[in-house]
């Protein structure tokens, strides 16, 4: 047998391989300098303490850690999430990491067809999930200039705090009409927050979860925030939606990891993740400076790039006319990577710009990485 075609279901052939990880096969990335990936620094893993909060999980909880658990997530977890965000815990679940979340919300709301709203960028993950379920994808600014011609919008998936790739945060302003265009248009609201605990200047804006519980899924994630080797993350929700939610998981993985609950209770509970995010900002605050800096002193003008409050990623635009995926295997040969900025739009435009992730590479190398990025833009401009 070779051709398997005819067993796959309908949904297969909407597919669609992720396309940074299939680039990133053909790179070794500890052999160039690398401002691509979106990875945390393993400078704030508890590398060190690892072995206790094990030991203590252990001694408090011994097999139970590792039986299966309810679906929901372990009560212990799921009460510390309760207690930080002030939700019900009928309003909770926990998941096997945000991007199952993401998932999750395809697989509850979505329809062949339906139309899913976005910022235009945004995360490649959430366009791969939501088009394996066949959605649409129409930007908020196309539904905003006319509704009528956008089909049957299910939800507006949205990044407010930090985005990945842009770095933007949405003011508060626009979190109010998001919820009013939604109220209206009677559609759902996702807002996807992996970074909103990163932030290094400014205030907290609240969440739209805060401003139209009844509309919105809130999805959060330890990936950041713990270590995204665990794979947990939580989801936020109208009641009757945690209950699709809930069944829906019990046919996915029955549970969530039991194990990395518990370390991830522990981690919480006795107060080292605070400790932990203090650390992990300050060090993310000065990687954020000196690229800033290093961009201000090296690029060619022509070149424009986002200034996050908080988060890993910087969004640059660059002339019309460069193309960073057509250049993009020169770039490698010239020692860099970047994310080419058309993945994470999803009419694959903007082929002008890059995002840039700054937690990843070490401090030091920051300053020799934008040089080799400014002196292969200006060959991409032509002015070298
Ligand atoms: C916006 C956004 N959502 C979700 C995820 C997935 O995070 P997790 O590791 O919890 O699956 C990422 C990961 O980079 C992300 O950038």
Not at 14 to 33: C, G, H, N, Q, W
Not at 166 to 192: C, H, K, P, W, Y
Not at 306 to 333: K, N, R, W
Not at 341 to 368: E, V
Request: net charge negative.
């Amino acid at each position: 047998m070779e051709d398997y075609g005819r067993f796959f279901s309908d949904d297969v052939p909407a597919f669609m391989p992720s396309p940074t990880r299939e680039l990133f096969k053909k790179v070794d990335i500890s052999k160039i300098y690398s401002l691509a990936g979106g990875f945390p620094s393993p400078d704030t893993f508890p590398t060190g303490e690892m072995a206790s909060i094990v030991s203590e999980v252990m001694e408090t909880y011994g097999a139970k850690a590792m039986q299966y658990g309810g679906t929901q997530g372990v009560p212990e977890l799921v009460g510390e999430i309760c207690r930080r965000t002030g939700e019900a815990p009928q309003c909770i679940q926990v998941t096997t990491s945000s991007q199952q979340g993401i998932d999750v919300c395809g697989r509850i709301f979505l329809n062949p067809g339906d139309v899913v709203l976005t910022e235009n960028p945004t995360y490649l993950g959430a366009i791969q999930s939501f088009r394996d379920y066949r959605a649409s994808f129409r930007t908020l600014d196309e539904f905003r200039a006319d509704p009528g011609s956008c089909g049957k919008v299910k939800f507006a998936y949205v990044i407010p705090d930090f985005g990945n790739p842009s770095g933007a945060t949405m003011t508060l302003e626009q979190r109010q009409e998001l919820v009013d265009l939604a109220r209206r248009g009677d559609f759902l609201i996702v807002e996807d927050s992996p970074y909103r605990a990163l932030r290094y200047e400014g205030t907290d804006v609240p969440t739209i979860r805060s401003l139209a519980p009844e509309r919105t899924v809130h999805l959060c994630s330890f990936s950041k925030i713990f270590a995204p080797a665990f794979r947990l993350g939580w989801m936020e929700a109208p009641e009757e939606i945690i209950q699709k939610v809930y069944i829906c998981k019990q046919a996915l993985d029955l549970c969530p990891p039991v194990f990395d609950q518990y370390l991830a209770f522990n981690w919480m509970s006795s107060g080292r993740l605070d400790t932990n995010l203090e650390k992990a900002k300050a060090l993310y605050r000065s990687k954020r400076d000196i690229l800033l800096d290093e961009l201000g002193k090296e690029m060619p003008s022509g070149a424009t790039w986002t200034h996050p409050q908080g988060g890993l990623f910087i969004f640059v635009t660059l002339p019309e006319g460069c193309d960073t995926l057509a250049m993009y295997d020169q770039a490698i040969s010239s020692g860099i990577a970047y994310v080419p900025g058309s993945f994470f739009f999803t009419d694959a435009s903007h082929r002008n710009t890059m995002r840039l992730n700054f937690s990843y590479i070490d401090s030091d190398k920051i300053g020799p990485a934008v040089k080799l990025l400014a002196a292969f833009v200006r060959k991409m401009m032509g002015t070298d």
